[in-house]
């Protein structure tokens, strides 16, 4: 089907506005189904990947962008992420059952962080509190305290869809009040269901049909983790000799899968000895007993 799981760019050239549209489907469906989420934490987690995708569109180098929400709330934590060529994956972790509601009331007191991480050199990290009735509102406030530049957001997402609007004005603009407060205000008009359903040339049309407005080509984006067993391995080395032993005193594999994709690792006694003695990882030894 046309249209789906991908990423656009539009333009009002004349206006000095920018914009960006994403709507996933197949990739929303595997980012979740590794984990058992109810309708309102899936929402959230649907939002956050669709606005990752959003945020990532400024990356031009290889590397990733992580968006992650922590709080005090039901809702524990929110995680995405995307590479700046759009391969996605998140996850949420709540504690007790989340009620629906505002984002601040589900996840209480905390912070959004965004780490832009290249794959060579240092990372950069925003952060803001995730003061909001929504995810979106956090985003903007993340936007315009990092840029200085107005921007708008729109996240929805549902259980088959996750769809992403945002709107944000080009640097040094001159008598861009009246433009923006227009496209924004006709922005705001639309709808969950127009977002979740229809395609970008539809949605753009239904909103600006009056604008000139330049669709750029749509970039597809794909469900995709970069777990390894070098990273599950690193996670394990973290946690210490006593602890590992310990646990391979009750059982004699320790299995792990991974939150984000489902992928199952083992680690019996001698991947440990070999993880924590720091051998070679590569391969887990069958002669070293
Ligand atoms: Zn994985």
Redesign the pocket.
């Known amino acids: 089907m046309k249209g789906q799981d991908s990423f656009q760019r539009f333009l009002f050239e004349e206006l000095g506005i920018r914009g960006e549209w994403v709507r996933l489907q197949d990739s929303w469906q595997e980012a979740k189904q590794y984990q058992r989420l109810t309708d309102t934490v899936q929402e959230q987690l649907g939002q956050a990947l669709a606005a990752v995708v959003l945020l990532s569109a400024t990356i031009k180098f290889d590397g990733s962008l992580i968006l992650q929400a922590q709080g005090t709330g039901a809702l524990k934590t929110l995680l995405a992420q995307s590479t700046y060529d759009r391969k996605i994956?998140g996850l949420a972790r709540c504690d007790g059952e989340v009620t629906n509601g505002l984002l601040s009331e589900m996840m209480g007191e905390g912070r959004l962080v965004i780490t832009i991480q290249p794959k060579k050199g240092e990372p950069y990290q925003g952060i803001v509190s995730l003061e909001g009735d929504k995810l979106a509102d956090v985003i903007i406030r993340y936007f315009l305290q990092s840029e200085q530049l107005e921007t708008q957001v729109w996240l929805f997402a549902n259980e088959t869809h996750a769809a992403g609007l945002l709107l944000q004005e080009l640097p040094a603009q001159e008598n861009f009040k009246a433009d923006w407060e227009r496209i924004s205000t006709l922005a705001s008009t639309v709808t969950k269901d127009e977002m979740l359903n229809l395609d970008s040339e539809e949605i753009l049309y239904r909103l600006f049909n009056e604008e000139k407005v330049k669709l750029f080509d749509a970039e597809p984006v794909v469900f995709e983790?970069?777990?390894s067993r070098k990273k599950i391995e690193s996670t394990l080395v973290a946690m210490g000799r006593e602890e590992l032993e310990g646990i391979l005193q009750e059982v004699s594999l320790i299995d792990i899968a991974?939150?984000?994709?489902?992928?199952k690792y083992s680690f019996d006694n001698v991947d440990v000895e070999n993880m924590l003695s720091g051998q070679p990882l590569e391969k887990p030894s069958q002669t070293h007993h």
């Open positions: 994956r983790c970069s777990c991974c939150e984000f994709c489902g992928k």
